[in-house]
């Protein structure tokens, strides 16, 4: 049943405490580092070109997240998946603002091209990753509804192998299993920065310590919606939201996870 296979994912998260390299952007640092914590993760959030051969040896997974992209990071971030690679550990891609400009697909066009084991965005992200239409990223926000974006991710499966997830209202997991929905979350996580990028962080936990890799992206994007969900019950504004789905995260009990996820395959 896919609840007990998600949970036994949280669990191993919680006990094996990968270790996850983080080359993520500047507004989202603090965020990141603390949700993998939280979850029983241990994050590096490290990105200097010297140290990073040495740094994905060390560690289990890598997260690439181009939010606040530059020449170094970039090139920090094309080495790391390189290494990644060649060592056949897993990395996560995060498009952030794909679309927005020629300098931004670019690099992420050679950061495809390395073959990342899962991808995720907003739809707008997704969209402009596989080049699906012609509509621009209104900054870091989508523009468009997740499912708008499901032909776009299987092409983009189809192009790179990687599994890749769509965030929004519902969330979307496309691989070459069935598509998996996951109907959780509240509209207020939205005015929270950085959960999204929070929720890339904790599938490489994920798929750090998970050989399906469908099932890890899920575990993780079931894990923060529902932390959200729950959170919001004692939360008066985003501020207070971000606190509690940190208390969550690290509180959530195996019946709350089951008795609230709404999946379906």
């Excluded at 690679?85 to 603002?97: E, F, N, S």
């Excluded at 929905?181 to 929720?199: D, E, F, K, Y």
Aim: proline residues 3%.
């Amino acid at each position: 049943m896919m609840k007990e296979k998600l949970w036994k994912h949280i669990s191993a998260v919680r006990t094996q405490s990968p270790l996850v390299q983080n080359i993520t952007n500047y507004v989202v640092m603090n965020n990141t580092a603390n949700a993998l914590l939280a979850v029983g993760a241990s994050p590096i959030m490290a990105h200097a070109l010297r140290e990073i051969d040495e740094m994905v040896a060390l560690c289990n997974a890598l997260v690439v997240n181009i939010g606040t992209l530059d020449h170094a990071w970039s090139d920090a971030m094309l080495q790391a998946a390189r290494r990644a690679r060649a060592l056949k550990k897993p990395w996560i891609l995060d498009p952030v603002g794909a679309g927005a400009t020629s300098y931004r697909d670019q690099v992420l066009s050679r950061l495809i091209a390395l073959r990342p084991t899962a991808i995720r965005g907003n739809a707008s992200e997704i969209l402009a990753l596989a080049n699906a239409n012609q509509s621009r990223t209104k900054g870091v926000d989508s523009t468009a509804q997740s499912s708008e974006a499901l032909d776009a991710a299987k092409a983009l499966h189809k192009l790179t192998g990687a599994v890749v997830g769509i965030s929004g209202e519902t969330d979307f997991i496309v691989s070459d299993q069935p598509v998996i929905q996951i109907h959780n979350g509240t509209p207020l996580m939205t005015r929270v920065t950085g959960l999204g990028c929070s929720a890339t962080a904790l599938i490489g936990a994920f798929l750090a310590v998970t050989e399906n890799s469908a099932e890890a992206v899920a575990a993780a994007t079931a894990l923060l919606s529902i932390a959200g969900e729950l959170a919001e019950k004692n939360s008066n504004g985003p501020g207070s939201l971000q606190m509690n789905l940190l208390d969550k995260l690290y509180n959530l009990t195996e019946d709350e996870f089951k008795n609230t996820l709404r999946i379906e395959a």
